[in-house]
């Protein structure tokens, strides 16, 4: 079974801080990774995708990989209270026929404090 | 542009009782997915479909059936609802899952009781 895994939290930091998420995942063959971010009651949205090893920045969101370690990373900066939600971490798994699949990780949850 | 619809937005369902989640998407996408989410729980695979009449089972198919007979529609059939199926259900939809977005609807809560 191959898996995604990342801590369930909860995560708090305090505004203005940098929040650190981790994503570990179980297929070397896995070729894509996302971050989506999830408000309470509301679905998922992407804020986040990385191919490469190395880091990936977007404005105060940093993806980072490393396929040896088969890790992945979300960073943020500068956390605010609207970033307080539920971030999971998704990873593409190649299957027979050439198709691929989204497989999820659980989700951290981030609480951002005031 | 209305993006990945789900409809109903809720539902209660008598144990034993069936019913169709419906889910459209208007952007072309050959790729659409059902997910179901339960409480403090990630997305499960359900039912994925690669393009009109094909279409697989994911990681939870037991109690599910879907159908995908245009490019835009991508239904989810229950058939003898029970307990255990109570959850959020997603519908999503991507150009393909290699370098792009996965576009979700707003999801149906369904209680079976």
Redesign the interface.
Known sequence: QKE?E?N?GPLSVPEGAIASLNCTYSDRGS??F?WYRQYSG?????IM?I?SNGDKEDGRFTAQLNKASQYVSLLIRDSQPSDSATY?C?V?NPFQGG?????????TKLTVNP | NAGVTQTPKFRILKIGQSMTLQCAQDMNHNYMYWYRQDPGMGLKLIYYSVGAGITDKGEVPNGYNVSRSTTEDFPLRLELAAPSQTSVYFCASSYSTVRTEAFFGQGTRLTVV
């Open positions: 995604v990342q369930s070729q894509s996302f509301k679905s998922p949205e992407l995708f191919y999971l998704a593409n198709s691929e699949k989204l497989v999820f990780g659980k989700g």
